[in-house]
């Protein structure tokens, strides 16, 4: 999940044919702020009322309702709105990743983190490594891991399995990210070779290897509900970038925490470049690596 973009300050565009839908209110901004804030611990600043009021609009208008106050109470109505949370919760996010984002960070898994783990892990005997890609969007990211595992640590250590996890927010990108199926923008800093190897296109499309998608699994999950961080855990490495910045430091406190459980001890979590757990976590050593660090639970 990832909300780096330019917000229009323009009001947000009605669809013609409809009957018009009166302006988000500040008290209603608030409410709605409140609301989004306490479900995900995303806080949404003073200007950013017109994206809010923006993409609450298409699915007001989807669901032929007539104001932003009558949707909020279908929200708020109890155990009935379960099924529209999850078009909620896809409305409010943006998700904006690719192939090889962070190459720093892969480099580091592959050439150090990975090769410790497994030394470490020979004590006990253990010859499975877990990977949680934390807020995956549309599965980029965990599929990159696997590529980069099957390209450098598998032929060197073909004893040891791996077990990928994307979770997000977001069921609508969880769907692409099982179907494995990109456009141009999602494999744009693919390396050639690997595009090659572990892609075939069709219909201007790119269908990822089977082999590859084998290695990883998604499910919807939220990353401030402590119910579903209880099923999350006994991870060596989490990615997690570009996901707290946008949370203010309670709900960085409190994701931060639930990061640090779900780690095995000896584990790694990785977050993104404009991202700090500086005032957030004393928690983890700082680990530095050519081209990124690495937070590690000792």
């Given at each position: 999940?990832?909300?780096?973009?330019?917000?229009?300050?323009?009001?947000?565009?009605?669809?013609?044919?409809?009957?018009?839908?009166?302006?988000?209110?500040?008290?209603?901004?608030?409410?709605?702020?409140?609301?989004?804030?306490?479900?995900?611990?995303?806080?949404?600043?003073?200007?950013?009322?017109?994206?809010?009021?923006?993409?609450?609009?298409?699915?007001?208008?989807?669901?032929?309702?007539?104001?932003?106050?009558?949707?909020?109470?279908?929200?708020?109505?109890?155990?009935?709105?379960?099924?529209?949370?999850?078009?909620?919760?896809?409305?409010?996010?943006?998700?904006?990743?690719?192939?090889?984002?962070?190459?720093?960070?892969?480099?580091?898994?592959?050439?150090?983190?990975?090769?410790?783990?497994?030394?470490?892990?020979?004590?006990?005997?253990?010859?499975?490594?877990?990977?949680?890609?934390?807020?995956?969007?549309?599965?980029?990211?965990?599929?990159?891991?696997?590529?980069?595992?099957n390209e450098f640590i598998k032929p060197k250590f073909p004893e040891v399995t791996f077990e990928i996890v994307g979770t997000d927010i977001n069921q609508t990108v969880l769907d692409t990210a099982v179907r494995g199926v990109y456009g141009d923008y999602s494999i744009r800093n693919m390396p050639i070779q690997y595009l090659k190897k572990y892609f075939k296109q069709i219909d201007g499309l790119y269908e990822l290897n089977l082999d590859i998608k084998a290695m990883a699994t998604f499910k919807n999950a939220n990353l401030f509900d402590s119910n579903d961080m209880m099923f999350l855990n006994n991870f060596d490495i989490i990615f997690c970038a570009n996901v707290l910045i946008y949370f203010d430091n309670n709900s960085k406190i409190k994701v931060v925490n639930q990061l640090y459980k779900s780690l095995n001890k000896g584990g790694y979590l990785f977050i993104g470049f404009?991202?700090?757990?500086?005032?957030?976590?004393?928690?983890?050593?700082?680990?530095?690596?050519?081209?990124?660090?690495?937070?590690?639970?000792?």
């Open positions: 999940m990832d909300f780096n973009y330019s917000v229009n300050q323009y009001r947000p565009v009605q669809p013609s044919g409809i009957s018009k839908i009166p302006e988000m209110s500040s008290s209603q901004f608030e409410q709605w702020r409140k609301f989004i804030y306490e479900k995900t611990g995303i806080y949404f600043q003073d200007n950013k009322k017109y994206l809010l009021e923006s993409r609450l609009l298409k699915r007001i208008v989807h669901l032929k309702i007539s104001s932003y106050e009558e949707y909020f109470k279908l929200l708020s109505g109890g155990l009935n709105n379960k099924g529209e949370m999850r078009y909620f919760y896809d409305t409010i996010t943006i998700n904006e990743t690719f192939f090889f984002r962070n190459t720093g960070q892969l480099d580091a898994m592959v050439q150090k983190v990975i090769p410790e783990i497994i030394q470490n892990n020979k004590k006990t005997s253990k010859q499975k490594i877990r990977i949680w890609s934390a807020a995956c969007s549309s599965g980029e990211e965990a599929y990159s891991a696997a590529i980069m595992i404009s991202e700090t757990l500086h005032g957030i976590s004393k928690a983890f050593s700082v680990v530095s690596f050519p081209k990124t660090v690495g937070y590690k639970k000792e």
